[in-house]
């Protein structure tokens, strides 16, 4: 195990897990990294965040590859969440000589989520002196804990911000440039859709704060996936700023779950209505696509057309799922609209419709059925209804 120098005086010491495929929810087909830095000074090295609790012999190891434990001085928690300290406790019996900080509800939660373990507090006036290398830190409440705190070293112009700007992905590649940037920046986009959207307001503070704050950030260190440097950074704190402000465009997603093809055939000529209407469209399978990838989709999007047959008076699981999936990301500001086939009974489109508007999407169209197999009347009155949807977007 080796450590990954990010800067002079900043090493990379985290843990690669190949093999994560779910974040209680989240499809991660690419893995996930525990991302921790080791701060070097010339009289104080800090260790910033202790990795998730398998991964502490891979983060000590690749400590030593670097120096002795004996070195470091002081731990900085970022996050008490245990996908980055869940280990803390071990890896304080391993430098028991350490100073442990986090924000005050940081301090709390540690003692809370690891029986009583007590740290010390540091708030945006405090500054911890390694020699040549200083650390600065900023509460950043709802980014995306009550607890999270950013933490800056000035002297080398790196922010390590814990969950903001991450990505789920394992690579042996440290930055974004080496990784290829379209595909770093389109995981960024996966990641802030399926853990930050219902924070968007917090988000965008956040980004503000560091503005304001005049940092100069040549980098930045997140706490999953892949480093960002140089011409990239400007690149995330925009996208930040645009997913932080609700920023769409004129886009529609059209997803649906299907039984004999009824659904499917009727998602198609919806997708075909709002294509020839000038809007740009994209058609999911609930059977077949990622939720993760649905809804980093939806992220700029203005328009969710759901579909389902009906199935014992209801919608089909999936769509249920996926309905519950969204609630908890709260994609507001969105129109909504709902499709789908019924045989002996009807069902599926109150369901869904309800649902949608309990998570917060507007619906201003009558629900499009059709009973049985479409005819070619119907498809084309579906086309035709997939226009109007297009025209709404537009309008926006």
């Known amino acids: 195990m080796h450590a990954v120098q990010v800067t002079d005086g900043i090493w990379w010491v985290g843990g690669i897990d190949w093999g994560l495929r779910d974040f209680h929810g989240f499809e991660t087909p690419e893995g996930t990294t525990y991302n921790c830095y080791l701060v070097v000074g010339e009289t104080g090295v800090a260790l910033i965040d202790t990795t998730k609790a398998p991964f502490v012999p891979e983060l000590l190891a690749r400590i030593e590859s670097v120096m002795p434990l004996e070195r470091i001085t002081h731990i900085v928690v970022n996050h008490i969440e245990p996908d980055h300290n869940g280990g803390l406790r071990d890896v304080m019996e391993a430098i028991p ?32 002196d390694l020699g ?31 969950d903001a700007f991450g990505q789920h992905v394992a690579s042996e590649e440290r930055f974004a440039d080496e990784f290829g940037i379209d595909e770093a920046l389109s995981e960024l986009g996966i990641y802030y859709a399926n853990i930050l959207l219902p924070l968007g307001t917090a988000v965008g503070k956040a980004v503000a704060r560091v503005a304001e704050a005049g940092w100069k950030l040549d980098i930045v260190a997140p706490s999953h996936g892949l480093i960002w440097r140089g011409d990239d950074v400007a690149a995330i704190l925009d996208a930040y700023a645009r997913w932080g402000a609700g920023e769409k465009r004129d886009k529609a997603l059209v997803v649906f779950s299907t039984m004999w093809g009824s659904t499917e055939t009727i998602a198609r000529s919806v997708a075909e209505g709002i294509a020839t209407a000038g809007v740009e469209v994209e058609v999911y399978d609930l059977a077949l696509s990622p939720l993760a990838h ?46 789908g086939s019924y045989g002996w009974s009807k069902g599926a489109d109150k369901e869904m419709r309800s649902r949608l508007e309990e998570i917060g999407f507007e619906l201003p169209f009558e629900d499009f059925l059709v009973k049985f197999r479409p005819t070619a009347d119907d498809l084309s009155a579906a086309e035709a209804w997939g226009r109007q949807i297009a025209e709404a977007v537009k309008a926006r």
């Not at 650390?135 to 000035?154: E, N």
């Open 294 to 339: 649905i809804t980093a989709e939806l992220l700029e999007a203005k328009a969710l057309v759901l579909g389902s047959p009906t199935l014992h008076h209801g919608m089909l699981y999936r769509v249920a799922g996926y309905l519950q999936y969204l609630s908890g990301l709260k994609p507001t500001d969105r129109i909504a609209a709902t499709f």
């Open 97 to 128: 000589q350490a100073r442990v900080v986090a924000s005050p509800s940081g301090v709390r939660g540690v003692a809370e989520y690891h029986n009583g373990l007590e740290i010390e507090p540091v708030t945006g006036e405090d500054v911890i």
């Open 132 to 162: 040549g290398k200083t650390l600065k830190f900023m509460a950043q409440p709802m980014v995306h804990w009550p607890d999270s705190m950013f933490t800056y070293c000035p002297e080398a112009a790196t922010l390590m911000p814990n």
